[in-house]
Each structure stands twice: as structure tokens, then as C-alpha cells.
């Protein structure tokens, strides 16, 4: 939206040249913010899930290194930030536009939103951001948890929605998740600062 009263000052002071200037600055500015965004994206390049998830236990069970490897492969289809999210006609990227069609796997959820949380860096930014993608319960609490129980510093952001049908409603891998699951929910523990844990719940009926 172009601010209008700041038109109408230069119109009336007769400042044509000015007045150009300023409305092509006002059109370029959003390209240049979503060409920083983008640019930002494509250089967020965090410690693999997988590997963080590894070297947070002391004791390793067979039953731990199938989920480390659920993660490895998860990596592999979505190896970074920007494979995460939708695309729209214009290449316009958005943080908060998950590509919840294409997941096929809760693992792939848990990876995306760990390189969100990566990327973040904060407890309340991305409480922010969980609030923006539609969850209607977030809290920030300084508590530990298993996998951050050895921290100085233990932060667990927590969110949740009583209703998943807006993320899996387009998507045909999901569809008993859509139609049985009374809430989701999503739970991030950040140790000494650090993305420690994530995990994508889904409650059923």
C-alpha cells in the first residue's frame, strides 16, 4: 500500500523528480526484502538433524539408529531450508508457507522445522512463527527435557492446533491424519542456545 499523505506533500510542493524517486523506491523495496530473504535461505546451511540427534545420546540402541536413519533419508529429500517451502509463480518465498502438500513423512516435518528453528535462532522468534502458521496454543518455557536435561540454559516452544486439517487437506499421503486426528502439535527444545529436539505430534480421535 502506498502511503498517500506522503504523495500528496510532494504533489503539492511541486516536486515531480522527488516524487518519481520515491515511487520507484517504494516498488523496488519489496524485491530487494524477498531477494534478502531468499538470499538468507539459500545460505542457512545448519548441522544435519540426523547428526545432532546422534550425538545427543550416550547409550545408542538399534531401535534409536532406525530413527537417526528415518532422519538421514528425510535429509535427503529435504536437504535444506528453501526445499521445505512452497514456490509460488514469482518464486516468492515465505518461512511461513511449509510445503505441507509434498511431505511424506512426519520425519520430513520434523527436518523442515528444525532448519526454521536453525534459522530463527530465538525461542520467541520461533514462537512467532508457530503463531503465524496457524498454531493457536504457543508457550515458551524454561524447563528440561530429555534432550536438553544437560543444558545450562534448557528452553522447550511448544505449539499446537486442535485441528491438522489445514496442513494435510492437500495432501493425499496424510489424508487419515486429516480425517481421524483431533490435534497436532509441535515441540522444539533448544539446549545452550542450540536446536536440540523437534518433534511433530499428531493426536487421533
Excluded at 61 to 66: E, I, P, Q
Excluded at 132 to 141: H, N, P, S
Amino acid at each position: 500500500m502506498f502511503p498517500i499523505a506522503e504523495i500528496l506533500v510532494l504533489l503539492k510542493a511541486g516536486k515531480a523528480t522527488a516524487l518519481a524517486l520515491y515511487l520507484m523506491l517504494l516498488a523496488v523495496w519489496p524485491a530487494t526484502t524477498q531477494s534478502n530473504l531468499r538470499a538468507s535461505i539459500e545460505n542457512h546451511h545448519p548441522a544435519p538433524y540426523h547428526v545432532i540427534l546422534a550425538a545427543s545420546r550416550r547409550h545408542v540402541t538399534d531401535g534409536f539408529l532406525r530413527r537417526v536413519q528415518e532422519y538421514e533419508h528425510a535429509a535427503k529429500a529435504r536437504p535444506d531450508l528453501l526445499s521445505c517451502l512452497q514456490r509460488s509463480h514469482f518464486g516468492v518465498v515465505s518461512i511461513t508457507e511449509l510445503d505441507w502438500s509434498g511431505f511424506r513423512s512426519r520425519q520430513e516435518i520434523e527436518v523442515c522445522v528444525y532448519y526454521v528453528a536453525t534459522f530463527l535462532e530465538e525461542p520467541a522468534r520461533l514462537a512467532a512463527w508457530l503463531q503465524d502458521i496457524g498454531m493457536t496454543r504457543v508457550e515458551v518455557r524454561r524447563t528440561a527435557r530429555l534432550s536438553n536435561r544437560f543444558s545450562d540454559d534448557p528452553m522447550w516452544v511448544f505449539g499446537y492446533q486442535p485441528n491438522d486439517f489445514q496442513y494435510f487437506s492437500t495432501n493425499p499421503r496424510f489424508i487419515a491424519e486429516a480425517l481421524f486426528s483431533k490435534n497436532v502439535s509441535i515441540h522444539v527444545d533448544f539446549a545452550s542456545g542450540h536446536v536440540a529436539n523437534v518433534d511433530f505430534y499428531i493426536a487421533y480421535k
